[in-house]
């Protein structure tokens, strides 16, 4: 029922994780590296070590939100895994909330659930691979 606001809560605890993932990074003497940058950095920029904290600004969220896309393709939000665990739970495969057994309409947001399959023409749930009534493996669209 939280959705978007769980999807919010983890990119922002990601992106804050950052600093503390680079700060243990440093702990483990991967440092020497970070000091190498920041010394090229800063030459670069004259000496303006401001103008570090502007780069830094806007490198860290670069580089946060590349890890959270990252995370959206394979792991975390990837919508086939997502869709399967949804449809075992018995939830909508768009919202996530509780569906009654069989419901073709989610009644929270109107998503249909089901595409017929190209190879016996029967319903089967919407994102996931195969067909649940013949196994035919599902084109997607």
């Known amino acids: 029922g939280y959705g978007l606001v769980s999807l919010i809560s983890w990119h922002l605890l990601v992106i804050f994780v950052i600093p503390l993932v680079i700060k243990v990074l440093e702990f483990l003497q991967v440092g020497v590296v970070f000091k190498f940058l920041v010394d090229i950095i800063s030459s670069l920029l004259g000496g303006l070590l401001f103008l570090v904290s502007y780069v830094y600004i806007v490198v860290i969220p670069l580089f946060g939100f590349a890890i959270i896309k990252l995370l959206q ?13 949804r449809v075992q739970n018995s939830q909508c495969i768009n919202c996530g909330r509780n569906l ?37 493996e599902q084109i997607s669209l």
């Open 100 to 136: 009654k057994f069989r419901e073709a309409h989610c009644p929270h947001c109107g998503y249909y659930q089901y595409v017929e399959c190209h190879h016996c023409h029967n319903l089967t749930y919407k994102k996931l691979p195969y067909c649940y009534h013949c196994g035919t």
């Open 73 to 85: 393709r394979n792991v975390v939000f990837n919508s086939k895994i997502q869709a399967g665990k």
